[in-house]
């Protein structure tokens, strides 16, 4: 019988995935690696942040499925078995959810509700005159399926959007630049966005460069992952004040720990990797469907 | 020469009103109320909370404008003369403004920001999940021109959208409630948004007896007016968790009293009369227009 393995670093939702995996996948054996005696039997991995070897342990599976839209947490293993096909998982509710947490994150910064939580901290009625959406300008860093979900859902809501790849990829009402773009895109942007892979190209992109060129006071927003980040970078421009405020989803360690700076600056708001979080009910369905669709991809 | 008279309580605010007017309105004369020395010559009023009998005093006037979208301000006026037309100010900036208002609140309820928040303050990773928006029941008290406009917005976010207004009128895609349908419209509402004018018939609706037919846990978002709402019974749902939180726009006393309670309340967000803004820059634009068509109206 085919087995699938199933390994996250935090146990209990990882018996969450186990059993809503097992309920969608009756015709399998669904496992938590751990409890693996037979390591010729497994055929699919599902998996956030593997340990080190543990897929190069399995000698027989056929995919690996990543629970997330990123794989950068598998690819990073160097015992990772070359060949072995990587599935990503994006469904309906993952792209729902990075399109609430960017508009509410880029609404909260347009409207300044960080000064307005301030006034009442102080009893003080201050009332803020903001320019409305479409004198604001927002910059999307990465265009790939979130990156485009979130452009066109921050122009619905009458944002200046302008998106930035490497290919500058045209996507209906929003401004794309491209490699050569990067300046001219950073040099407009008020409100900006990191949604892009981790790649070697990417990784630290959010540096002490990049911050200057953006107008002085802008706002960063990171949902992409925490090794995009210079971590010392952005506290020298918050300090500075060429960027006014941060809100990060991503850390280069997970869960943040809990001497970090990032917990108690008070220009730097910290959501625990919620943007997009993926849940078992709906996710495993993509998960069981994604597990499925390959099998019978690969029989044909 | 038409005399043009501005009224409103904030000094700064009127210096910046008159300045603007006047220069929108090169052929009349754009006083301060205070600085008028011929009362017979104000043709045109343009007020915010005037004082009683303030227009009464003007016996020519033509037309008064509200500054802003509702005329409660001026009706409530004891003195108020009988027959002068009251022109409401609404202009796409003030639309604008209100639809990212409850897009922000609403995305920041739902997505339980608040409780994010409270974390990072203890220092501790902890991820909530939170259902999608077409799992979110919003519910829109009054569709007016605003309750519309934010109702196609948050449907376009994604949320599942009702709308309550005494006449039921029908909405492309959201679920409409008439008078008789209250009660079914209460039960299955989330987060509450009252954007209602204040009449007779509305002032102290959210009360105890409406916030009981909410479900448990409720939210309530209020930028209708300050009288809409009842405060010991805000304060009483509060307390026993029928109402989790609240956030307030606007309040029976503007600016809202230093010794408020709800200040320093850690379920209610206070913001200073800012969802639409009306500024004298483009506000200042729709109401020489609005004057100007009315003069013309009035000739021909």
Redesign the interface.
Same mark, same amino acid.
């Given at each position: 019988v085919s087995v699938v393995a199933v390994s996250l670093p935090n146990q209990e939702r990882l018996a969450w995935w186990v059993n809503h995996l097992a309920e969608l996948l009756p015709d399998r054996r669904v496992l938590a690696a751990n409890d693996v005696t037979d390591a010729d039997a497994v055929d699919y991995a599902v998996v956030w942040m593997p340990p080190t070897g543990m897929i190069a342990g399995w000698p027989n599976v056929k995919a690996v499925i990543s629970i997330g839209a990123g794989i950068d947490h598998i690819t990073c293993d160097k015992e990772f078995p070359s060949g072995v096909p990587i599935i990503k998982t994006i469904g309906p509710?993952m792209t729902?959810?990075m =399109?609430?947490?960017i508009? +509410?994150h880029v *609404?909260?910064f &347009? =409207?300044e +509700?960080p000064d *307005?939580?301030r006034?009442?901290k102080n009893?003080t009625?201050?009332?803020?005159?903001?320019p409305?959406?479409?004198n604001r300008n927002i910059g999307i860093l990465g265009m790939g399926h979130f990156g485009k979900a979130c452009a066109l859902?921050l122009r619905? *809501?009458?944002f200046n959007v302008s998106g930035w790849s490497r290919s500058g990829t045209a996507v209906a009402g929003i401004e794309t630049y491209n490699s050569d773009g990067l300046e001219a895109f950073l040099a407009q942007t008020e409100i900006l966005v990191c949604l892009l892979p981790l790649t070697d190209e990417t990784s630290g992109i959010l540096n002490a460069k990049l911050f200057e060129k953006l107008p002085a006071g802008a706002k960063v927003i990171n949902v992409g992952r925490g090794q995009h980040l210079v971590e010392q970078d952005l506290l020298a421009a918050l300090e500075s004040g060429q960027i006014s405020s941060a809100v990060l989803d991503v850390f280069t360690t997970?869960? +943040?720990p809990?001497?970090?700076v990032f917990?108690?600056h008070e220009k730097i708001?910290?959501?625990? &990797?919620?943007a997009s *979080?993926i849940?078992p009910i709906?996710g495993g369905k993509i998960i069981a469907d994604n597990i499925g669709e390959f099998d019978r991809a690969s029989i044909s």
């Open positions: 509710d729902q959810r =399109r609430e947490y508009a +509410l *609404l909260r &347009h =409207r +509700l *307005l939580e006034s009442q009893s009625w201050e009332q803020v005159f903001t409305t959406a479409p859902t619905d *809501l009458g997970e869960p +943040l809990k001497d970090h917990w108690t708001t910290v959501t625990p &990797h919620v *979080l849940d709906s």
